[in-house]
Structure formats: structure tokens, C-alpha cells
């Protein structure tokens, strides 16, 4: 839910004495101080500036019993649920994209391997509703969606009821989901946790608003007067933000608008060496690393390929840096 503030907090977030009010941290030691055991996570983008470098954060530091609210996931649920760190699944879709099956998720859901993977299913559209009525602090949202589908029979948390003002039209209740942490990768961020998102803000604002804790990672830091040059990007506030880590290629191998391009060959080798669970373990041994050491195996000449793919794809001009 949105953060209170404080009478020491500055209620705009770009006074010039911002001592003390900084929020900037490491990888590390952003997700051992916000993602405990048994917590509940939501992950900003989809389809992109997707938060990877923190989710094979998570695994390298052995969270378990983790629980994830989500519109839709791929490869970061995937390897966490095939590392054994998470429990349940709640959202719309998951897979590995363009590539390949979610091999993980399925091995869980079928064989219990490494654990079984609880799935409760909700639409596409009612993953949003449950981050915004988090992010209202009310307990539900009414909506159409879902209306006609088998998910509320597979979702005891959903309600059907009838219009109380007399309509006699059906509607589904989607109640709030209000995340331990919410984890969202933006292009820059200045060191109070004003985020800047370039591109698609999918639900990201309303995750930040929803949950309890927020941590940005951001391809860069910058300074909060280049912030204030361009206000209508700062998506998501610093009053809900309280973790702030600089983790360039950070969605690697997703791309990051503006930044870098998707390294699709990187998904290939995930989506195959995923099939086999011996080949995933091979596959966690060489690249649950930390994140200075995953971007040196990944090579500078690769890194520096998608930038330039991302420059003469999607011409992303407008894109500040």
C-alpha cells in the first residue's frame, strides 16, 4: 500500500538536502534485507525490463517458501521455481516466451520437482485489478472479467454475486493482494527512489503502491534534477520506494527499452538445457552468480551487440539517457 509519510519525510521528494533520505544499496543486500523466507513478491515489467538479475539474486541466496503475485512470468519464476525457492503462484500466465515451455514450472506441477508448485489462476486483466485494489487499499475490485470461465471454479479467493443495486447482472470480486516486496527494474532512479520508466509501465505502479516493501533496480542512478527535467516518466514515487540499486543490464536476458536488446540465443540455451533437470542444475551451477560475475561470462562484445541491436530495431530516440 502506499508508504506513509513521515513528518521527516519532504512530501515532494526534490528538495536540495536530501541527506539521510537516500535509499540507495546494493543488489545484495537489497533482497537479504527485503525478501525474507515465506514472503510474498511481485516483479515489475512483462516482456521486458523484467527484474532477472534480482530473481537469480534470490536464488543465489537460497530464499524458500516464496509465494508470487504476478500478472505474468517467465524465465525468472522458472528458475526460481526449478531452484526450489518458491511455493505458490498466483497470475495469469507463465512460460519461457518466445523459446520454449516453462520446463520448471511444469516439472513442479505435475511431478513435485523440486517441490510441488500451488497455481491459483486468475485473467490477464484481474492480475491487474487485485495490484490496483492493493494499491486503493480496499479489499476488492468488481469487474465482468472471468465471467463465463472455469477460473473461478480453480480460485477460491474470487466471488461471484450479484449487482447490489439490482441490475441482475453477475459480477466477479477480484480481492487485493498486497506483496511483502514488490521488485521493479527501471532504465534510471534517482538515490531517493524516484523511478523512471521508459516504454510499457504494464502494472508496475500499482505493485509499488500495493506492497509492503519496494526495491528499484535501475540500469543507472541519476541525480534528482535530472529527474525533475522530465516529471511525467517518474512512475513510480520515492514515498513508495524504499530500496534503490543500480544494476546495469539488469533484465538481461530480457531487454530493457531504450537500452538494450533481448538476447534471444541466451534463451535458447535456458529453454534447452531447462528440459532436463540435471542440465537445469548444470545450468544454475554456471550462472547463479553474482551479478558482476553473470555480466563478465556474458562478455562485454555480447552486452555491447544488444545495445546497438536496441539502437537499430527500435530507434529509441526519444529514450533520455
Not at 525490463?49 to 509465494?67: C, F, H, N, W, Y
Not at 525468472?76 to 512460460?95: F, K, N, P, R, T
Not at 466471488?159 to 439490482?166: A, K, R, S
Not at 525533475?228 to 546495469?248: H, K
Amino acid at each position: 500500500m502506499t508508504h506513509p509519510i513521515t513528518g521527516t519525510d519532504h512530501r515532494d521528494g526534490t528538495d536540495d538536502d536530501p541527506s539521510g533520505r537516500e535509499k540507495v544499496t546494493d543488489l545484495e543486500t537489497a533482497i537479504a534485507d527485503s525478501v525474507h523466507d515465506g514472503a510474498s513478491v511481485a516483479f515489475g515489467g512483462m516482456g521486458g525490463r523484467d527484474p532477472e538479475a534480482a530473481a537469480r539474486e534470490i536464488v543465489r541466496q537460497e530464499k524458500s517458501g516464496l509465494t508470487v503475485l504476478d500478472d505474468a512470468r517467465t524465465t525468472l519464476l522458472d528458475i526460481m521455481v526449478g531452484a526450489g525457492c518458491v511455493d505458490e503462484y498466483v497470475g495469469s500466465w507463465v512460460g519461457t516466451s518466445l523459446i520454449s515451455q516453462g520446463h520448471n514450472i511444469r516439472n513442479a506441477v505435475e511431478n513435485d520437482v523440486p517441490h510441488h508448485l500451488q497455481m491459483r489462476d486468475v485473467s490477464n486483466f484481474g492480475s491487474s485489478l487485485m495490484f490496483l485494489a492493493g494499491a486503493m487499499d480496499v479489499p476488492f475490485v468488481p469487474t465482468r472479467s472471468m465471467l463465463g470461465t472455469d477460473i473461478p471454479e480453480h480460485n477460491d479467493a474470487l466471488e461471484i454475486i450479484d449487482d447490489p443495486f439490482g441490475s441482475g447482472d453477475k459480477l466477479t470480486l477480484v480481492p487485493a493482494e498486497r506483496p511483502d516486496v514488490a521488485i521493479i527494474h527501471v532504465q534510471r532512479c534517482d538515490p531517493l527512489g524516484n523511478a523512471q520508466i521508459h516504454g510499457n509501465v504494464v502494472n508496475d505502479h500499482l505493485k509499488a503502491r500495493a506492497a509492503e516493501h519496494t526495491v528499484i533496480t535501475c540500469e543507472e542512478i541519476v541525480s534528482t534534477d535530472e529527474i525533475r527535467e522530465s516529471p511525467e516518466l517518474t512512475r513510480i514515487p520515492f514515498y513508495t520506494v524504499d530500496a534503490v540499486a543500480e544494476v546495469p543490464f539488469g533484465c538481461h536476458p530480457w531487454h530493457c527499452y531504450g537500452r538494450y536488446y533481448a538476447d534471444l540465443p541466451f534463451y535458447r540455451e535456458y529453454g534447452l538445457r531447462s528440459q532436463n533437470r540435471d542440465d537445469f542444475l548444470e545450468w544454475v551451477e554456471e550462472w547463479i552468480v553474482p551479478h558482476e560475475d553473470y555480466l563478465e561470462k556474458i562478455g562485454e562484445d555480447r552486452l555491447e551487440t544488444l545495445e546497438r541491436m536496441e539502437r537499430e530495431i527500435n530507434d529509441p530516440a526519444e529514450v533520455r539517457r
